[in-house]
Protein backbone atom coordinates (compact mmCIF):
# COMPACT_ATOMS: atom_id res chain seq x y z
CA UNK A 1 0.00 0.00 0.00
CA UNK A 2 1.15 3.40 -0.81
CA UNK A 3 2.15 5.52 1.83
CA UNK A 4 0.72 9.13 2.52
CA UNK A 5 2.77 12.13 2.00
CA UNK A 6 1.59 15.43 3.49
CA UNK A 7 3.51 18.21 2.06
CA UNK A 8 3.75 22.10 3.33
CA UNK A 9 4.69 24.73 0.60
CA UNK A 10 5.17 28.10 2.68
CA UNK A 11 6.09 29.75 -0.50
CA UNK A 12 7.23 33.60 0.04
CA UNK A 13 5.86 33.61 3.85
CA UNK A 14 7.67 33.23 6.94
CA UNK A 15 10.97 35.20 8.38
CA UNK A 16 13.32 33.64 10.64
CA UNK A 17 11.64 34.22 13.46
CA UNK A 18 8.31 33.08 12.34
CA UNK A 19 9.87 29.75 10.69
CA UNK A 20 11.24 28.84 14.50
CA UNK A 21 7.84 30.39 15.77
CA UNK A 22 5.70 27.59 13.24
CA UNK A 23 7.91 24.33 13.28
CA UNK A 24 8.64 25.02 17.22
CA UNK A 25 4.53 24.66 17.30
CA UNK A 26 4.49 21.85 14.55
CA UNK A 27 7.08 19.71 16.18
CA UNK A 28 5.27 20.13 19.65
CA UNK A 29 1.70 19.27 18.27
CA UNK A 30 2.58 16.34 16.03
CA UNK A 31 4.35 14.43 18.72
CA UNK A 32 1.25 14.41 20.91
CA UNK A 33 -0.55 13.07 17.60
CA UNK A 34 -1.15 9.47 16.30
CA UNK A 35 -0.43 9.96 12.34
CA UNK A 36 0.66 7.35 9.72
CA UNK A 37 2.31 9.30 7.24
CA UNK A 38 5.25 11.27 5.68
CA UNK A 39 5.49 15.45 6.82
CA UNK A 40 7.51 17.73 4.93
CA UNK A 41 8.25 21.44 4.91
CA UNK A 42 9.15 23.83 2.33
CA UNK A 43 10.39 27.06 3.63
CA UNK A 44 11.97 29.98 2.11
CA UNK A 45 15.53 29.46 1.26
CA UNK A 46 16.70 32.02 3.98
CA UNK A 47 14.99 29.45 6.63
CA UNK A 48 16.31 26.49 5.14
CA UNK A 49 19.30 26.05 6.90
CA UNK A 50 17.74 26.81 10.70
CA UNK A 51 14.59 24.85 9.36
CA UNK A 52 17.20 21.61 9.21
CA UNK A 53 18.12 22.22 12.79
CA UNK A 54 14.71 22.29 14.03
CA UNK A 55 13.56 19.21 12.64
CA UNK A 56 16.55 17.26 13.26
CA UNK A 57 15.11 15.18 16.19
CA UNK A 58 11.79 14.91 14.48
CA UNK A 59 9.94 12.95 12.25
CA UNK A 60 9.55 16.17 10.21
CA UNK A 61 11.41 16.14 6.22
CA UNK A 62 12.59 19.28 4.69
CA UNK A 63 12.32 20.21 1.14
CA UNK A 64 13.07 23.64 -0.99
CA UNK A 65 10.26 25.21 -2.95
CA UNK A 66 13.09 25.76 -6.05
CA UNK A 67 15.81 24.97 -7.47
CA UNK A 68 18.33 25.35 -10.74
CA UNK A 69 19.55 22.57 -13.28
CA UNK A 70 22.84 23.99 -13.30
CA UNK A 71 25.67 22.85 -10.91
CA UNK A 72 27.11 26.61 -10.77
CA UNK A 73 27.96 30.09 -12.64
CA UNK A 74 26.47 33.13 -13.11
CA UNK A 75 22.78 32.57 -12.23
CA UNK A 76 21.56 35.69 -9.68
CA UNK A 77 19.03 34.82 -7.17
CA UNK A 78 19.29 31.04 -8.10
CA UNK A 79 20.23 28.15 -6.10
CA UNK A 80 21.62 25.29 -6.96
CA UNK A 81 20.95 21.26 -5.77
CA UNK A 82 24.27 21.25 -3.86
CA UNK A 83 23.41 24.16 -2.29
CA UNK A 84 20.30 22.63 -0.93
CA UNK A 85 21.36 19.63 0.02
CA UNK A 86 23.91 21.06 2.05
CA UNK A 87 21.27 22.61 4.10
CA UNK A 88 19.60 19.21 4.86
CA UNK A 89 17.05 19.24 1.64
CA UNK A 90 15.42 15.87 1.07
CA UNK A 91 13.12 17.22 -1.30
CA UNK A 92 12.39 19.81 -4.00
CA UNK A 93 8.99 21.23 -5.60
CA UNK A 94 9.46 21.64 -8.99
CA UNK A 95 7.18 22.80 -11.61
CA UNK A 96 4.87 24.81 -9.41
CA UNK A 97 1.75 26.09 -11.75
CA UNK A 98 3.34 29.77 -9.94
CA UNK A 99 6.71 29.40 -11.64
CA UNK A 100 5.46 28.19 -14.85
CA UNK A 101 2.76 31.22 -15.49
CA UNK A 102 4.88 34.20 -13.23
CA UNK A 103 8.07 32.95 -14.13
CA UNK A 104 7.66 31.48 -17.70
CA UNK A 105 9.38 28.05 -16.52
CA UNK A 106 8.54 25.67 -19.42
CA UNK A 107 8.30 22.03 -19.54
CA UNK A 108 11.26 21.95 -20.80
CA UNK A 109 13.09 23.52 -18.08
CA UNK A 110 11.14 21.51 -15.35
CA UNK A 111 12.74 18.57 -17.28
CA UNK A 112 16.49 19.83 -16.90
CA UNK A 113 15.32 20.52 -13.03
CA UNK A 114 13.91 16.90 -12.56
CA UNK A 115 16.55 15.57 -13.99
CA UNK A 116 19.24 17.59 -12.07
CA UNK A 117 17.55 16.97 -8.79
CA UNK A 118 17.40 12.94 -9.19
CA UNK A 119 21.57 12.72 -9.81
CA UNK A 120 21.99 15.07 -7.32
CA UNK A 121 20.00 12.36 -4.66
CA UNK A 122 17.16 14.97 -4.46
CA UNK A 123 13.60 13.71 -4.59
CA UNK A 124 11.09 16.29 -6.68
CA UNK A 125 7.34 17.09 -6.24
CA UNK A 126 6.49 17.47 -9.37
CA UNK A 127 3.68 19.85 -10.15
CA UNK A 128 1.07 19.36 -12.80
CA UNK A 129 -2.48 21.13 -13.56
CA UNK A 130 -4.54 23.19 -15.61
CA UNK A 131 -6.18 26.28 -15.63
CA UNK A 132 -10.04 26.97 -15.60
CA UNK A 133 -9.65 27.96 -18.86
CA UNK A 134 -8.15 24.90 -20.11
CA UNK A 135 -10.75 22.71 -17.57
CA UNK A 136 -13.80 24.78 -19.30
CA UNK A 137 -12.03 24.03 -23.12
CA UNK A 138 -12.08 20.71 -22.75
CA UNK A 139 -8.31 20.64 -22.62
CA UNK A 140 -7.70 19.31 -19.49
CA UNK A 141 -6.54 16.14 -20.07
CA UNK A 142 -4.22 17.21 -23.28
CA UNK A 143 -2.56 19.75 -20.62
CA UNK A 144 -2.08 17.21 -17.95
CA UNK A 145 -0.26 14.80 -20.69
CA UNK A 146 1.88 17.20 -21.62
CA UNK A 147 3.20 18.01 -18.51
CA UNK A 148 3.35 14.61 -17.58
CA UNK A 149 5.34 13.42 -21.02
CA UNK A 150 7.61 16.18 -21.27
CA UNK A 151 8.44 16.74 -17.57
CA UNK A 152 9.01 13.20 -17.28
CA UNK A 153 11.22 12.84 -20.89
CA UNK A 154 14.42 10.60 -20.16
CA UNK A 155 13.75 9.97 -16.22
CA UNK A 156 13.93 6.09 -16.39
CA UNK A 157 11.60 3.72 -14.44
CA UNK A 158 14.13 3.32 -11.66
CA UNK A 159 14.65 7.24 -11.05
CA UNK A 160 10.39 7.52 -11.17
CA UNK A 161 10.75 5.49 -7.48
CA UNK A 162 11.87 8.56 -6.07
CA UNK A 163 9.57 11.35 -7.43
CA UNK A 164 6.66 12.32 -6.28
CA UNK A 165 3.58 13.80 -8.29
CA UNK A 166 1.45 16.62 -7.11
CA UNK A 167 -1.74 17.40 -9.40
CA UNK A 168 -2.84 20.61 -8.57
CA UNK A 169 -5.23 22.29 -10.50
CA UNK A 170 -4.78 25.75 -11.27
CA UNK A 171 -8.21 27.09 -10.49
CA UNK A 172 -7.94 25.62 -7.17
CA UNK A 173 -4.25 26.64 -5.46
CA UNK A 174 -5.15 29.77 -2.76
CA UNK A 175 -8.93 30.83 -3.84
CA UNK A 176 -10.65 28.89 -1.74
CA UNK A 177 -12.09 26.88 -4.30
CA UNK A 178 -11.17 22.72 -3.99
CA UNK A 179 -11.97 20.02 -6.71
CA UNK A 180 -14.37 17.93 -5.24
CA UNK A 181 -13.18 14.11 -4.26
CA UNK A 182 -14.51 13.20 -7.16
CA UNK A 183 -12.94 15.33 -9.72
CA UNK A 184 -9.62 14.50 -7.96
CA UNK A 185 -9.65 11.55 -8.18
CA UNK A 186 -10.75 11.57 -12.41
CA UNK A 187 -7.23 13.25 -12.87
CA UNK A 188 -5.51 11.09 -10.26
CA UNK A 189 -6.29 7.99 -12.17
CA UNK A 190 -5.72 9.52 -15.20
CA UNK A 191 -2.29 10.55 -14.39
CA UNK A 192 -1.99 7.02 -12.67
CA UNK A 193 -3.25 5.64 -16.10
CA UNK A 194 -0.69 7.70 -18.03
CA UNK A 195 2.27 6.94 -15.95
CA UNK A 196 1.07 3.04 -16.71
CA UNK A 197 1.85 3.89 -20.56
CA UNK A 198 4.61 5.08 -20.21
CA UNK A 199 6.63 3.56 -17.32
CA UNK A 200 4.65 -0.02 -16.77
CA UNK A 201 2.01 -0.72 -14.31
CA UNK A 202 4.05 -1.46 -11.28
CA UNK A 203 5.53 1.62 -11.52
CA UNK A 204 2.41 3.65 -11.83
CA UNK A 205 0.75 1.29 -8.87
CA UNK A 206 3.73 2.65 -6.91
CA UNK A 207 4.23 6.34 -7.30
CA UNK A 208 2.97 8.67 -4.88
CA UNK A 209 0.79 11.03 -6.47
CA UNK A 210 -0.59 14.20 -4.36
CA UNK A 211 -3.40 16.46 -4.51
CA UNK A 212 -2.65 19.98 -3.68
CA UNK A 213 -5.08 23.01 -4.62
CA UNK A 214 -6.99 24.53 -1.16
CA UNK A 215 -6.79 21.85 0.85
CA UNK A 216 -7.57 22.41 4.81
CA UNK A 217 -8.48 20.50 8.03
CA UNK A 218 -12.41 19.82 6.88
CA UNK A 219 -11.55 18.59 3.75
CA UNK A 220 -8.67 16.34 3.86
CA UNK A 221 -10.25 13.38 4.94
CA UNK A 222 -12.15 13.18 2.28
CA UNK A 223 -9.67 14.12 -0.41
CA UNK A 224 -7.36 11.55 1.14
CA UNK A 225 -9.89 8.33 1.16
CA UNK A 226 -9.75 8.56 -2.84
CA UNK A 227 -8.13 5.62 -4.20
CA UNK A 228 -5.66 7.40 -6.17
CA UNK A 229 -5.01 10.46 -4.23
CA UNK A 230 -1.73 9.78 -1.62
CA UNK A 231 -1.46 12.97 -0.13
CA UNK A 232 -1.63 16.90 0.00
CA UNK A 233 0.63 19.64 -0.80
CA UNK A 234 -0.85 22.65 0.91
CA UNK A 235 -0.42 25.36 0.50
CA UNK A 236 -2.21 28.22 3.16
CA UNK A 237 -3.13 25.95 5.48
CA UNK A 238 0.33 24.74 6.41
CA UNK A 239 1.40 28.23 7.39
CA UNK A 240 -0.60 27.65 10.52
CA UNK A 241 0.70 24.75 12.69
CA UNK A 242 -3.17 23.89 13.84
CA UNK A 243 -4.34 23.27 10.42
CA UNK A 244 -0.98 21.85 8.78
CA UNK A 245 -1.42 19.23 11.93
CA UNK A 246 -5.29 19.16 11.46
CA UNK A 247 -4.27 17.81 7.94
CA UNK A 248 -1.72 15.14 8.81
CA UNK A 249 -3.86 13.44 11.77
CA UNK A 250 -6.52 13.85 9.06
CA UNK A 251 -4.69 10.65 7.84
Known amino acids: MRRKV ?16 LISKLSNGLAKEEFNCDVIIC ?4 SLSEASTLIKDTKIKLGAQNMH ?5 AFTGEVSSAMLKS ?5 VILGHSERRAIFGETDEIINKKIKKSLDSGLKPIFCIGETL ?28 EK ?14 VTASPE ?4 VHLFVRGLIAEIFGGDTAENIIIQYGGSVKPNNAKELLSQNDIDGALVGGACLEA ?9 V
Open 69 to 73: FEDKG
Open 163 to 176: LIIAYEPVWAIGTG
Open 43 to 46: PPYT
Open 242 to 250: ESFTGIITS
Open 133 to 160: QEREGGVMKDVIKRHVTEGLQHISKGEM
Open 87 to 91: VGCEY
Open 6 to 21: IAGNWKMHKDLNETQN
Open 183 to 186: QAQE
